[in-house]
């Protein structure tokens, strides 16, 4: 099979143990964002004290009264956090991410949540990292090719 020079520029960023590392950071980093969310919402309490006369309360109020669709979202938070730091399932866990994180990136800018959307943002771009990372595991799934073993590096 021939090899695209994506898949070799793929497998070369692989190679370094700098980025290696920096991929097991991220994965920590927005395992940890999404836990004390998760846990809020999971436990059946209120996200924010802000009243429903300012948009962003207005906003959590409804969400928390939605009932177990806010319980439902805290534990896919979690599971996704829980997914994200075991490395036989990152990739899945980032695929789960995802969807989430950019739902709520797009509702902190929908709304106007202040300084909120840059953090959002970044944790969505933090997510397609881990996403491109994740590239010869994913790749199937749009070319129609099963995926082929990467070989493991020695020193991690």
């Known amino acids: 099979m021939e090899t695209s020079s994506l898949d070799r520029l793929h497998a070369g960023v692989r190679q370094s143990v700098w980025l290696r590392r920096f991929t097991v950071l991220t994965r920590v980093l927005l395992a940890l964002g999404f836990l004390p969310s998760g846990l809020t919402k999971l436990s059946g309490n209120r996200f924010t004290i802000l009243g429903i006369d300012n948009p962003v309360g207005f906003f959590f109020e409804a969400f928390y009264r939605s009932g177990f669709y806010w319980n439902f979202i805290g534990a896919s938070q979690l599971a996704a956090a829980a997914l994200l730091v075991v490395p036989r399932t990152a990739t899945l866990g980032a695929l789960v991410y995802?969807?989430?994180?950019?739902?709520?990136?797009?509702?902190?800018?929908?709304?106007?949540?202040?300084?909120?959307?840059?953090?959002?943002?970044?944790m969505l771009l933090a997510n397609l990292y881990l996403l491109c990372w994740d590239?010869?595991?994913?790749?199937?799934?749009?070319?129609?090719?099963?995926?082929q073993p990467q070989p493991q590096p020695v020193n991690a």
Do not use: E, H, M
């Open 98 to 122: 995802f969807p989430i994180i950019l739902n709520i990136f797009v509702i902190t800018v929908s709304i106007g949540f202040q300084g909120t959307p840059f953090i959002t943002g970044l």
């Open 135 to 147: 590239y010869d595991r994913l790749k199937c799934l749009f070319a129609g090719q099963p995926p």
